[in-house]
């Protein structure tokens, strides 16, 4: 087998799969511990769907269409139907971003932010260590994503969009 290397030296191809700024906060609030995490658009939404199947067998869902302004939301869901239908949308997700999804029980939840942001909030401290076990570097602070966008700075993704309907159609969310 010959490996033929490109114009692109090889840390820029490393750099796409994994940015050198995957890190995460880790504060504790009154009732609550949150973490916000911040990486590239395809490790976000991977870590956010891999996380997931640290919560309990039944989980409430969330989801906010920003193009569209359409949300649904389900109580007491299983847990690997909601695996499912988040594997569906791993790359549309991470292609457009735009939509906002929280899965969440009564002591856990997890969201993941229209700018492909993830934040965990939680009663109890577990995140940290589970975060620490994939990789990622507490940080005392990192550069947010959220306050550069609105809803309307996001291009048009009808792949998105309609993968997201079926999403929610495919584990009977309730349209509000």
Not at 64 to 77: H, I, M, P, S
Not at 79 to 91: G, M, N, Q
Not at 140 to 150: L, P, V
Not at 161 to 170: F, I
Request: without cysteine; glycine residues 6%.
């Amino acid at each position: 087998m010959v490996f033929f290397r490109g114009k692109q030296p090889e840390q820029s191809i490393w750099r796409r799969f994994r940015s050198g700024v995957d890190g995460f906060t880790f504060i504790k609030e009154t009732d609550y511990y949150a973490a916000h995490v911040v990486a590239n658009a395809e490790r976000v939404v991977d870590l956010f769907h891999l996380l997931t199947g640290e919560l309990p067998p039944a989980v409430d869902v969330a989801i906010v269409d920003k193009r569209t302004g359409r949300t649904w939301r389900g109580e007491a869901l299983a847990l690997p139907d909601v695996r499912d239908a988040l594997a569906r949308l791993k790359v549309p997700l991470a292609t457009y971003g735009g939509v906002e999804i929280a899965v969440y029980t009564a002591d856990d939840q997890l969201t993941l932010n229209p700018q492909l942001e993830l934040f965990i909030y939680a009663r109890t401290d577990r995140w940290l260590y589970i975060l620490q076990g994939k990789g990622l570097q507490e940080e005392r602070a990192i550069r947010s994503k959220s306050w550069k966008f609105r809803s309307s700075d996001f291009p048009p993704a009808p792949e998105l969009v309609d993968a997201v309907a079926t999403a929610a159609a495919r584990l009977a969310l309730t349209a509000e």
